[in-house]
């Protein structure tokens, strides 16, 4: 595999990886609030968007990289 393809998958494992973290605090928020903890709750509901934020940068990198390399 090329060191560009291999950049490029690395890219979207970072972002899959981030995605699933934030999935995964989007559940204990949503646990969190249910049982009234609202501190608890929104720290999760902060955490998970931070997840999404992060996934977000690496999927714009991507991007990014494809328009520099895309022959109109």
Same mark, same amino acid.
Do not use: Y
């Given at each position: 595999?090329?060191?560009?393809?291999?950049?490029? @998958? @690395?890219?979207?494992?970072?972002?899959?990886?981030?995605?699933?973290?934030?999935?995964?605090?989007?559940?204990?928020?949503?646990?969190?609030?249910?049982?009234?903890?609202?501190?608890?709750?929104? @720290?999760?509901?902060?955490?998970?968007?931070?997840?999404?934020?992060?996934?977000?940068?690496?999927?714009?990198?991507?991007?990014?990289?494809?328009?520099?390399?895309?022959?109109?």
């Amino acid at each position: 595999m090329s060191e560009k393809l291999e950049v490029a @998958a @690395a890219l979207f494992d970072s972002a899959a990886n981030d995605l699933e973290e934030a999935a995964k605090h989007c559940r204990t928020a949503a646990g969190r609030f249910r049982a009234g903890e609202v501190p608890r709750g929104a @720290a999760h509901a902060w955490a998970a968007h931070g997840h999404v934020r992060t996934a977000l940068e690496s999927l714009d990198a991507q991007a990014r990289e494809h328009a520099r390399e895309s022959n109109p």
